[in-house]
């Protein structure tokens, strides 16, 4: 099956989805940023004003997701969502010919249907949510199938019309690198770790967290024993040794995984991909000034399910944490609850039903 990849460079999780689907799949794939077939012209101010408001102006983030989370909203808004990029990915679909698209990101989907109508193809257009809870631009009528990673997404999808019979509940794609790695304590000692609580800063592929800083602080400031693995893009490996706590500093990359896995819980943001791996990983969840709008309710729906904790302040941050360092066993509840939300074998399920999807159109 040749399938064409489209994922948006505005954060790594996009990304992340579509090569765990590949992974499932198996296949010929093509691998592509959706941004990249938007000329410069139109992509520069987009991409530009999203960078500028999540550093500088998040409230602004948040109040646009909201005021296009419903159904009145401005046709002028999505006017464009079929056509940026239309003569790109007409010419990759001309050379690729795919069977398949798949996109983890709602415009390219549309994009994809306008492509497919035009070209009179035949492939089938498959989009994969990366955010527990729907947006509005998730409900997508060009989409053939609509893969969710929980029942109150799907409910939102129903709600802006999306039909039931589109929508398939698998949960979010994971790498295998997540999957199958060693326990606990032989990663610690594999990486250095001692028996000090394991805090991992949950900051994201791009550096988008604005608040990583102020979340190490929060760490220090208690002076409680404790070890902090924190990311850093581009970055080197060192240790710094601050009072009671050691930081351990990696470049993003393969270690990820392994590291995660050695964490006692996870303080950040609430991007949707790690949100899941946490609840496969079966890890505790403090968010901490999450992106606004969707990462929002990613930590209000890990909250609800009893898998994490949303601090909505500074103080609340240090409280959580404090309760958190002094009694690590107390995260048990936390962590079977988040184990039993994990969907394991999400890619899996998405592939089954992407296969069943390609039969019924050959």
């Known amino acids: 099956m040749r399938t064409l990849y489209l994922a948006a460079s505005f954060g790594g999780g996009h990304l992340q989805a579509n090569l765990a ?3 499932a799949l198996g296949g010929e794939g ?31 983030y948040g109040w646009f997701y909201r005021y296009t989370n419903r159904e009145d909203e401005p046709q002028i808004i999505t006017a464009q969502f ?13 050379a690729f010919e795919p069977d398949l698209v798949v996109s983890s990101f709602p415009t390219a989907t549309a994009l994809a249907g306008s492509v497919r109508e035009v070209l009179d193809a035949r492939y089938k257009n498959v989009l994969v949510v990366t ?18 990673p929980s029942d109150e997404a799907a409910q939102d999808l129903v709600r802006f019309r999306i039909p039931e019979a589109k929508i398939r509940v698998t949960g979010i794609p994971i790498r295998r690198a997540f999957l199958d790695l060693p326990d606990r304590e032989a990663l610690k000692a594999r990486h250095g770790l001692d028996e000090r609580p394991v805090v991992l800063i949950a900051s994201g592929a791009t550096e988008a967290y604005r608040a990583q800083g102020e979340a190490v602080r929060a760490v220090l400031e208690l002076g409680l024993p404790a070890q902090v693995v924190l990311f850093r893009k581009n970055g080197q490996y060192h240790v710094e040794e601050r009072g009671p706590v050691r930081i351990h500093t990696y470049p993003v990359g393969r270690l990820f ?20 791996e946490s609840l496969v990983l079966g890890k505790p969840y403090l968010v901490y000034r999450p992106i606004a709008g969707h990462e929002e309710q990613n930590a209000r729906w890990l909250e609800e399910k ?23 066993e107390s995260l048990a509840p936390l962590a079977q609850r988040a184990r039993a939300l994990g969907r394991p074998q999400a ?12 039969g019924e159109g050959s």
């Open 21 to 23: 689907l590949h992974e």
């Open 30 to 60: 093509l691998e592509r940023d959706y941004l990249e077939y938007i000329p410069l012209w139109q992509r520069i101010p987009v991409v530009g004003l999203y960078q500028l408001s999540l550093h500088y102006w998040p409230a602004l």
């Open 82 to 94: 079929d056509r940026a990029g239309f003569p790109a990915m007409k010419a990759d679909v001309l």
């Open 131 to 148: 955010d527990f809870r729907a947006h509005r631009h998730w409900a997508q009528p060009a989409a053939d199938l609509i893969l969710v």
């Open 257 to 276: 995984p392994e590291l995660f896995a050695a964490a006692d819980f996870l303080l950040g943001k609430a991007g949707g991909l790690t949100v899941a």
């Open 306 to 328: 009893g898998a994490g904790y949303y601090a909505r302040s500074v103080q609340d941050l240090g409280k959580a944490l404090s309760r958190w360092l002094k009694d690590p």
């Open 347 to 358: 890619a899996q399920d998405a592939a089954e039903a992407i296969r069943a999807l390609v």
